[in-house]
């Protein structure tokens, strides 16, 4: 789950610092320069920016070649367009890493290398931008979010303003070529809006990007959508194996279980249950939440805890804004214990002592 946060928290983060440096570049090229702050140290932000992308670029490909749920391939990260998972989208995050990993390169070695050739290959910055910006939203499974995508055509926005500037400045351009340069620059962030419209943002995106038929069965990249109807899991049973923690604080005490599905749409289920310690030492659950998240694809299933009974938690989950199905899980032996085992159900309860799937969801 922390892999899946970080691998698209960092690479949205990713996109904001290439964002920012590309925008610092073309405006000191432009003859920009911020108040009284010497050159040096406009030029040492620069650098410091691009260093800090790289980081962000290692973690951005470990944490996805980590996380189980995108099935990418070490290979697919350098090489581009080999991957099974949307090859060509995800193709476009490779090249963009090539074309970055050329620039650093090249830059370590300035002093062996002839400035002219330096600056031309200095100047694949500017396509590694772009390139970048439709892996984002092409490959993202948060494309649909609002506030993700209002991102990433603000980056564009951001970009097409600082070359405007530029181009404005640029006397030594006949003012025919700087009027086409602007009007190209300016007609770009509504060009991406169109072909997102278009694409990313339609349903059915993840089948069309190239998403293995695999992951979709289970029914997760395809999910993120805002919009359209996140689709249910198909009906199964699995083994759950997993431990369970508790924290007492006062009188009430919080109980952990976690663990990994084997079997059915598989990945991992958390469960946290608030309960109340009664006079005699036992427990009465109060309330209780699960989050299920499949071993494929990015859609997450939470819902809460409608019944407990001995050995036996039922309690519905449904992925955002879709509708919910009922689930249970029963474990063998006591909780909390360093190992617990048992079954999951999910769209059927078994027939056990709790009984019944009413309730409300979460
Ligand atoms: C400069 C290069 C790159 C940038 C700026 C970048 C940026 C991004 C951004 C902004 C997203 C969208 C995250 C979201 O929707 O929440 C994303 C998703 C993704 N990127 Fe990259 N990326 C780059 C390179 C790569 C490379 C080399 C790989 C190969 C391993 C890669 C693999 C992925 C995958 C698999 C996703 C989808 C994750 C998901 O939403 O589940 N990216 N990237």
Known sequence: MTLWYLARGSGLVLLAVLTANLVLGIAIQGG???????RFAVQAVHRNLALLAVVLLVIHVVTIELDPFVPVGWWAALVPFVSPYRPFW??????????????????LLRSHLRLRWWRVIHWLTYLSWPV??????????DTRLTWVFGFEVGCVGLVAATVIFRVGRANRYRAGVRVLLMAAAAA????VLVWSAAGPLQSGWARRAGTPTTALASGAPTAAGARGRPPALAPFTASFLGSATSSPSGQVETISISGRVQGGAGGQLMVSLVANQLPGGSLAVDRGAVTYRPATGSQIYTGAV??????????????RGGAAMPAELTMN??????????LLYLGSVAAGP?????????
Not at 32 to 38: E, M, S
Not at 90 to 107: C, E, K, Q
Not at 306 to 319: E, H, K, N, Y
């Open 32 to 38: 920009w320069h911020p108040g009284a702050w010497p």
């Open 90 to 107: 995800l193709g476009l995050g490779s090249l963009s890493l090539d074309l970055i990993a050329a620039v650093v390169v090249t830059s």
């Open 132 to 141: 970048a910006v439709l892996h984002s939203l092409g490959t993202g499974t």
């Open 188 to 191: 770009t962030p509504m060009a």
């Open 306 to 319: 409608v019944s407990v009974g001995p050995g036996s938690l039922i309690f519905r989950l449904a992925p």
């Open 333 to 342: 032996g006591p909780v909390p214990a360093s190992s617990v085992s048992g």
């Open 354 to 362: 709790a009984g019944g799937d009413g309730g409300q969801d979460s």
